[in-house]
């Protein structure tokens, strides 16, 4: 029996926290195809956002979104909170409302006791009832690689969605969670992390996006979108393509995990990390002097980042303010939507 729960990651064969396909080869697979045509489709595959949506009545639309992963920390129950925060995460990056969810388990049930799967389900019931989701279902297939997430159903008012291309020009940029979570979890397989960092990544990766999205809702946000695999500037330059925008980057304001730092600084970073910056690299532009490390987590593939919320200037402090009065922990401004250069990221 190599049942042994304490170390879920062991049984991970891909590097890194989100064993996906390399970016853009989703692309190359849709390019060309007859994608469906509905005048209810309000956000599809074509112009792919956070999350689908399909507009039932002028006053509600349903957003949808799925997402599933192999374990990126050992223990099960918080590997299904995690599961759960960053399923529900694509929800509320569009301004939408979770209302129902259903599980997408691959287990394997010849090396693994079925406890562990129970854990993890009683992880993530957890997760979504403290987002008032209520769990409606599932699929489980027999695996040789544990895998775990959600398909998660939400209600959003169409006129009230936030694109991530919605960019305008002047905004402040806030971001709710910290970088670095894909080099810590490798740092985790590697048995490398210490119990504090690891306990301190997890809570802030099982966190939900839930209370900043309740509160952005009530000021003049422009664009949202959530940080995950593509890490912080490939999730960046999907918001600025397009857009007619371009965003300027401090360095010196990012909340970066210190340990992330240091491990990046040793080599340890995941290989979608190189992914992420061969794909979107040429979006952006880093002032010399920019630590490597730092370039590096900019690019780090995400596991149930923060909220990536583009505000107007005048009330962006107070909405800095308001998200760290209800417990958001990290509320950086990080950067502002400008003119120029058009369509790219600078960071200096
Ligand atoms: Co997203
Ligand atoms: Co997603």
Not at 155 to 177: E, M, N, Q, S, V
Not at 224 to 248: K, N, Q
Request: aromatic letters at 6%.
């Amino acid at each position: 029996m190599t049942g042994d729960s304490t170390r879920l990651t062991r049984t991970v064969r891909g590097a890194g926290c989100a064993a996906k396909l390399a970016p853009g080869d989703l692309d190359r697979a849709l390019c060309g195809l007859d994608l469906p045509v509905d005048d209810n489709l309000l956000v599809g595959l074509e112009r792919a956002d956070d999350a689908g949506v399909y507009k039932i009545s002028d006053e509600l639309a349903l957003v949808q979104t799925l997402d599933f992963f192999p374990p990126m920390v050992d223990d099960p129950h918080a590997f299904g909170r995690i599961a759960a925060a960053n399923s529900l995460s694509d929800i509320y990056a569009m301004g939408g409302m979770p209302k129902t969810a259903m599980n997408i388990v691959a287990f394997p049930a010849k090396i693994m006791d079925i406890s562990v799967l129970r854990q993890i389900i009683e992880g993530a019931l957890s997760t979504l009832r403290g987002a008032g989701v209520v769990l409606v279902g599932g699929h489980t297939v027999d695996d040789s690689e544990l895998k775990f997430g959600l398909s998660v159903t939400g209600f959003i008012h169409p006129r009230r969605i936030l694109f991530k291309r919605k960019l305008r020009a002047g905004d402040r940029l806030l971001l709710t969670k910290p970088l670095g979570t894909g080099i810590v979890c490798t740092a985790i397989k590697a048995g490398l992390a210490g119990a504090e960092i690891t306990a301190r990544v997890t809570g802030n990766m099982a966190a939900l996006n839930r209370v900043a999205a309740e509160i952005m809702a009530d000021y003049p946000v422009s664009a949202c979108t959530d940080i995950t695999g593509f890490g912080f500037l490939g999730h960046l330059a999907e918001m600025v393509v397009d857009s007619g925008a371009g965003v300027r980057i401090n360095p010196a304001a990012l909340p970066l995990y210190p340990e992330a730092l240091e491990w990046a600084a040793m080599g340890l970073i995941p290989a979608g990390a190189y992914n992420n910056r061969n794909f979107r690299g040429e979006f952006v532009r880093f002032a010399p002097g920019v630590d490597p490390a730092v370039q590096d987590l900019l690019f780090d593939p995400q596991t149930s980042g923060g909220l990536l919320i583009a505000v107007a200037a005048d009330e962006a402090e107070r909405l800095r303010s308001a998200l760290l009065a209800a417990g958001v922990e990290t509320a950086a401004m990080v950067g502002e939507v400008v003119t120029e250069p058009r369509e790219r990221i600078v960071v200096e």
